[in-house]
């Protein structure tokens, strides 16, 4: 079975600080991982996903198999970051079973 | 493309009665999924197909929950006899084939059973 663990519902930074979002996961095979975001009144969509080792609109995020997390972090969060995040895993037997997390609201204070 | 479609964006039923949502995926896209949203559990899959088959249906809460893919272009996700803890958001959302690739989240619909 594959899970995707968001422990933290809500987390409240003021701008300038860094943010931290936790995700854990458990899947037998070989996953990819993708951070989702749903910004006020808007679809939800990718922000990034572990394959492209990028960094979007200043996030990143590294796959730690070890620990089975990949968290996303921001050194210096703005107030337009505030929104909904969500860790997502995709796996299965047919290979893009795509499973979310619990998801994490942002709250970014001036 | 206008991206993935789904209708009505609102829906207010009385308990008891049939709902069917409805969503169109990307042209060319071939897997669609379907998810619930929300504010206790978040983002739960109910159902997701494969080239317009179900390929896992184990999120499906009930027997009165059903969707159904009849060709590439439609999918419809129905309720009956639908339940005010049915009220949720429900997006609709599709992705090529293959592992590792982005899904595009339709607008939702908001259900409000009363």
Known sequence: AQRVTQPEKLLSVFKGAPVELKCNYSYSGSPELFWYVQYSRQRLQLLLRHISRESIKGFTADLNKGETSFHLKKPFAQEEDSAMYYCALSGGAAGNKLTFGGGTRVLVKP | ?114
């Open chain 2, 1 to 114: 493309d206008a991206g993935v479609i789904q209708s009505p964006r609102h829906e207010v039923t009385e308990m008891g009665q049939e709902v069917t949502l409805r969503c169109k995926p990307i042209s060319g896209h071939n897997s669609l999924f379907w998810y619930r949203q929300t504010m206790m559990r978040g983002l739960e899959l109910l159902i997701y197909f494969n080239n317009n088959v179900p390929i896992d249906d184990s999120g499906m809460p009930e027997d009165r929950f059903s969707a159904k893919m009849p060709n590439a272009s439609f999918s419809t996700l129905k309720i009956q006899p639908s339940e005010p803890r049915d009220s949720a958001v429900y997006f609709c959302a599709s992705s090529p084939r293959g592992r590792g690739t982005e899904a595009f989240f339709g607008q939702g619909t908001r259900l409000t059973v009363v």
